[in-house]
């Protein structure tokens, strides 16, 4: 299949990777830096635009990426969908819940495929701890919680769009811990009662808009999820992810799953090993997720990440950023 990506940053690399580790052909490439839109091109291939729109009028492909400032990637989709373009979009999907209703307008009156890039869901820890879960062997979940402490010094916000509220549309939960918080949510299985959340930025007040530490209690109807997310660590460490059942503690930390049974010793987990394309910590995913939406594109099947697959999440995501802006517990029909 021909592939195109629009964006050429830090995460089209991955995408770059795995399209061409899978045997797909990249044929274009857009981007309005020229310098780093020709410096990705000599190392990948494709033709080279200054625009998406130049790019959608110039090449025939079959998959559009999108890996651009977050604030473009909903216009972007529509205007791949709008043309019969498959688009696979990095995350988040959205930043605010206009552009949500816009995504679903889009998805139900288009047949090209849209897919989300919600890689953690293919990690092999993640794998088999759903499917210790959904064998009933762990017992009921009783609570979970999920930790992401990373460091994001000023460097990485001087690229004139992160760490904006109108280009990035939030800062640590959007960007860098929206796929633990999507894990730990879709393996719960359940929709929240409700949210309480808050947020700050304790590291770079002078510098970005958005947040830099976040944290939340999300009420399910059986139990509580304790999400916490920093960018003001001194290192970037792989997540840690736990859900404690009754018979039970699953926890995931980077490419391990370990489980232990009451207060007993941790025994870990075989599972497959994969290698990363990008940065350790993102997790080996990539590759495995894109595969299978480009498998379910040529077999002419659902994609695992559609967006009635993954709205349950951005959902979640946008009510922690509005209990978090607005001071105070919202609920999950609010």
Known sequence: MKAAIVGCGAIAHNHAKSILSLGHELVALADIDSQRLATFSETYGGNTYPSLEAMLEGEQFDVLHICTPHNL????????????????????PVINEGQL???????????????????????????????????????????ARSYVTWDRGAKYYNDGWHGTLEQEG????????????DLVHMLINQTPVSVDAVM????????????????ALITYPDLRFSFYATNAYAANPAPLMEIMCE???????????????GK????????????????????????SCIGDYYSSILENRPFALELPNVDSSVRLM?????SARENRTVAWED
Not at 170 to 181: A, D, E, F, M, P
Not at 200 to 215: G, W, Y
Not at 264 to 286: A, L
Request: with cysteine; glycine share 8%; aromatic share 8%.
């Open 73 to 92: 990637h909903v216009p972007m989709a529509l205007q791949a969908l709008d043309k019969g373009v498959n688009v696979f979009m990095e995350k988040p």
């Open 101 to 143: 209703d816009q995504l679903w307008e889009a998805y139900n009156a288009h047949k090209a495929k849209l897919g989300f890039c919600f890689q953690n869901r293919y990690n092999p820890p993640a794998i088999k701890a759903l499917e210790i879960l959904r064998s009933g062997a762990a017992g009921k979940i009783a609570a």
């Open 170 to 181: 939030g800062g640590v939960l959007i960007n860098q811990s929206i796929h633990s918080l």
């Open 200 to 215: 700050a930025n304790h590291r770079l007040k002078t510098e970005i808009e958005v947040e830099d530490t976040m944290s």
């Open 247 to 261: 018979n039970l503690t699953l926890r995931i930390e980077g490419s391990t799953l370990m489980t232990r049974q």
């Open 264 to 287: 007993g010793p941790w025994e870990q987990i075989p599972v497959e090993e994969k290698v990363s394309v990008g940065k350790s910590y993102w997790g080996p995913g990539h590759t």
């Open 318 to 322: 946008l009510k922690i950023y509005k």
